[in-house]
């Protein structure tokens, strides 16, 4: 049995779509990240990053309870303990490595900013709106053309680099991105694609009833965006 330490963010929704793909059980731990729950000693013992998504599985290496932080470390984790979504053949696996790496090291981050300057930052600051939106647009134009030469990200099949990608990519989260997706129809069609898998559509709904996207009160701004709360 794993803990999934989650909230309903594209971080969040990239575990509990891989667990749901991978078949594994689990239980959703909530951390209310609105309301400072991740500064709580318990949790900052499993993840001193105080972020979500973080998981346990009780059944770790050497059959020992295993915290694993970063969701790129996460699905790595997932796929390597599962055997699913990550091919052992080493080129395969290169590949499958690169686009996670791209997802969790550029498209992530540059699309979170991207997000925060358009949606959550009390004041609008025009130079840095059109820093990350322009940013958003180009890394959508380099996914749009690899998917315009195969099906997936890493190639022919589905793999975690997916499963990373698909949630900052999701309906809401594009128009959060100011996205027009017609303008990138190769990620229209992959998108649409993954979005009709079953287990996507579970991981997706996991906590649904407490999404928010933009305009957050005083204390989930705080929360947020001004660190440990004194
Ligand atoms: N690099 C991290 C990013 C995780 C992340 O940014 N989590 C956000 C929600 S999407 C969070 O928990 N923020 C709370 C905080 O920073 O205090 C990962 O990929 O897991």
Known sequence: MIDLYYWPTPNGHKISIALEEMGLPYTV???????????????????????????????????????????????????????QFLPAEPRARGD????????????????????????????????????????TKRLYGVINGVLGTRPYLA?????????????????????????DIAAFPNVQRWAETIEARAAVQRGMSVAADVMKIGNPDEAARKSLFGGKPD
Not at 32 to 46: D, T, V, W
Not at 102 to 126: D, N, R, T, W
């Open 29 to 83: 731990k909530r951390v209310n990240i609105l309301r400072s729950e991740q500064f709580e000693p318990a949790f900052l013992a499993l993840n001193p990053n105080h972020k979500i998504p973080t998981i346990v599985d009780h059944q770790g290496p050497g059959d020992a309870p295993y915290a694993v932080f970063e969701s790129g470390a996460i699905l790595l984790y997932l796929a390597e303990k599962t055997g």
């Open 96 to 135: 499958v490595l690169q686009w996670l790496f791209f997802q969790v090291a550029s498209l992530g981050p540059m699309f979170g900013q991207c997000g925060h300057f358009l949606g959550y930052a009390p004041e609008k600051i025009p130079y840095a709106i059109e820093r990350y939106h322009k940013e």
């Open 155 to 179: 190639g022919a099949d589905y793999s975690i680099a997916d499963i990373a990608t698909y949630p900052w990519c999701a309906p809401r989260i594009r128009d959060l991105h100011h996205i």
